[in-house]
């Protein structure tokens, strides 16, 4: 799949931008702070729904504005397609697909992107957090329909938790035990059904990011992962009670194939924390809480890696991405986004990282420095400055 036309409204510090694309290198240069990472980051929210910068949408909205358009011209198997969203200030956001109206949440089913910029370092180094982030954007743009399953998940959790609070301060009435079993079969319901697609989803990750770190760094460094799931074996001996310190992360001991697998221990796990649940007022284990666990030769890659080693692990996460997501899906080649990327590798990581994407259908790039970017990538070069695109 490829962009052929980007069109911006109000988005950041565009008031308006017109861009045509091309298959192939696209790379967008000019000085810090003009603009470049905006238009790109514009393009990963028509397929995450999200900002790598931000989570909330109201700094996306240039600065007294009421709402931000993204539309872009798509074109896939010689189909062309108008995809756009409407991101409001104060009313919920709209989309449309050929200027019929969608859920914003459908939006990743007519296009599919893999966004990497320097924040990505916070999947590897950052909270479990970010993790579940990466793992869970990548999930609905394997399968779009988990987005309405991982958003279920959410708000289930918030309601078990606000009866969990009540039930902590008046102690667990008859009426309120009926109502969390209620919601502890929903949960379960939902959660095990991402814990399955999780598990697969890192599972099949492995080879991928492996071998796209190799094509980058040039040399066999044996990447690893290995999901961390909080129905498991871990938190269930962790004396914390499931508030997850740097030394509980470590690989699940029971890694469930099966819905119905996983159904079993998350039921049991949240048997076994029933009285401490109460006595927190708070779910204590699930989805959730997973976590990824990433290694590099046989160590853990936080906390052990170097700053260059953890920034290319990085890398490869989201090139190994982009390879499984192309291998599999219906919409071809998702559009590869590496914003500010150059700058940070030597002359020979430079060389391998446009070899690894030549055969991307389309790769955006951003860049502050011409001179950063291998030359086999710069046909299609576009200038920024201070928010709109300048011929040169
Ligand atoms: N909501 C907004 N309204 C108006 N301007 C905004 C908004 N959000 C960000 N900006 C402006 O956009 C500019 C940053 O743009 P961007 O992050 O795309 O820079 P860049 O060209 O990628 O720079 P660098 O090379 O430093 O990464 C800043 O000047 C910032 O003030």
């Known amino acids: 799949m490829i962009v052929t036309h980007l069109n911006l409204g109000d988005y950041r510090n565009y008031a308006a931008a017109d861009v045509p694309m091309h298959p192939g290198a696209n790379l967008f240069v000019g000085r810090n702070g003009q603009g470049k990472t905006n238009l790109v980051e514009a393009l990963g929210y028509l397929s995450t729904l999200g900002s790598h910068r931000v989570s909330s949408d109201q700094a996306l909205i240039r600065a007294g504005a009421d709402s931000a358009v993204i539309r872009a011209r798509l074109r896939h198997d010689e189909r062309d397609l108008l995809a756009e969203v409407q991101i409001n200030r104060s009313s919920p956001n709209r989309a449309q697909v050929n200027r019929s109206q969608i859920k914003p949440r459908e939006l990743p089913r007519y296009f599919s992107s893999v966004l990497f910029a320097p924040e990505d370092l916070g999947i590897v180094r950052g909270d479990p957090s970010a993790r579940r982030r990466f793992i869970d954007q990548l999930i609905v743009l394997r399968s779009p329909r988990m987005a309405g399953v991982l958003g279920d998940y959410d708000r289930v959790l918030r309601q078990r938790n606000t009866l969990l609070k009540s039930a902590r301060s008046t102690g667990l009435k008859e009426s309120q035990l009926t109502t969390l079993e209620i919601w502890d079969d929903k949960l379960v319901a939902l959660g095990s059904e991402i814990i399955v697609v999780r598990a ?128 599999e899906s219906s919409l071809g080649d998702p559009v590869l986004i590496l914003d500010d990327v150059f700058a940070e590798l030597d002359q020979g990581r430079r060389s391998r990282l446009a070899a690894a994407i030549a055969g991307f259908e389309q790769v955006l790039i951003t860049a502050a420095v011409l001179d950063d970017v291998p030359d086999t990538l710069t046909a299609h070069t576009v200038h920024i400055r201070a928010g709109e695109v300048v011929d040169e």
């Open 200 to 327: 697969a989803l890192v599972a099949a990750l492995g080879a991928p990011v492996a071998s796209a770190y190799s094509a980058v760094v040039g040399e066999d460094h044996r990447p690893t992962l290995a999901p961390v799931l909080s129905i498991g074996g871990v938190d269930a001996e962790d004396p914390d009670d499931g508030v997850r310190g740097e030394h509980t992360v470590r690989p699940a001991a029971v890694i469930p194939t099966t819905a119905a697998e996983a159904a079993g221990l998350f039921r049991a796990a949240l048997a076994s924390r029933r009285r401490s649940e109460l006595d927190r007022g708070l779910t204590l284990v699930g989805p959730h809480r997973d976590d990824v666990a990433f290694g590099l030769n046989g160590l853990p890659v936080k906390g052990y890696a170097s700053h260059g080693e953890s920034w290319s692990f990085a890398l490869a996460l989201k090139l190994g991405a982009a390879q499984l997501l192309r291998a």
